[in-house]
């Protein structure tokens, strides 16, 4: 079992940024995809972002071209650069991991979430 610790979410203004890490407990270079869920209060978990070790990422369509995913295996790694949040981005952030295939579907593994708030 890979855990997977989270950080970097806050508060934030509309129109602002914020970084998230994810760092996991093996060498990332093991983990064939990593990636972001969210759950905002209410409603169902959603999948934000993932990136495979081959370098082929994939995004809701609700964050394209805001968000972006990157991983750094010799960190054990992965960030999620959030950009132009909004107020319908507040949720708890989960990282995700998955073996064996390239997507996050179904991920084996989950952190704890950090906290993102978007203020209008």
């Known amino acids: 079992q890979v855990q997977l610790v989270e950080s970097g979410g806050g508060l934030v203004q509309a129109g602002g940024s914020l970084r998230l890490s994810c760092v996991a407990s093996?060498?990332?270079?093991?983990?064939?995809?990593m990636g972001w869920y969210r759950q905002a209060p209410g409603k169902q978990r959603e999948f934000v972002a993932s990136?495979?070790?081959?370098?082929?990422?994939k995004y809701a369509d609700s964050v394209k071209g805001r968000f972006a995913i990157s991983r750094d295996n010799a960190r054990n790694t992965v960030y999620l650069q959030m950009n132009d949040l909004r107020p319908e981005d507040t949720a708890v952030y989960l990282c995700?991991?998955?073996?064996?295939?390239?997507?996050?579907?179904?991920?084996?593994?989950w952190g704890q979430g950090t906290q993102v708030t978007v203020a209008s």
């Open positions: 990136l495979t070790n081959g370098g082929r990422s």
């Open positions: 093996v060498s990332a270079f093991t983990i064939d995809t």
């Open positions: 995700a991991s998955r073996n064996y295939y390239n997507d996050l579907d179904k991920p084996n593994d």
